[in-house]
């Protein structure tokens, strides 16, 4: 199959659509079996000066629960649902039911604590 680029946005169906998605998983597969698992982050992302201490922190979280935080641009690109659904498969069997709900709440915790001793 040929490779879809961010900028070749396309309607795709049926046999397509599960390709692109299979494409995904085999890339979340192999990302696994190397052990570096990522959860994308996408879009504009503005990083506030004085804040690497925080992003530190987070993505130090991030890797106690067995992956990184990677930025991933401002398209998302096509195989991104499959790989997305195979990698949090692995990490709620690693981490547990739950554990993005938990790592959810520890972000919240570490940035509020940031935030309340750095004010603007």
Request: include cysteine; aromatic fraction near 12%; charged fraction near 35%.
């Amino acid at each position: 199959m040929a490779q879809l680029k961010a900028l070749d946005t396309v309607f795709v169906t049926g046999n397509q659509k599960e390709a692109i998605i299979q494409e995904g998983r085999e890339k979340a597969l192999k990302d696994i079996s190397e052990e570096k698992v990522y959860i994308y982050d996408y879009g504009l992302v503005v990083r506030r000066t004085g804040t690497e201490k925080l992003e530190y922190q987070i993505d130090s979280l991030a890797k106690t629960y067995g992956f990184e935080i990677k930025l991933g641009g401002c398209s998302i690109p096509s195989w991104s649902d499959g790989y997305y659904e195979e990698v949090m498969k692995y990490l709620e069997k690693r981490n547990g039911i739950g554990w993005k709900n938990r790592f959810d709440d520890e972000v919240k915790i570490l940035k509020d604590t940031f935030y309340s001793t750095h004010k603007e």
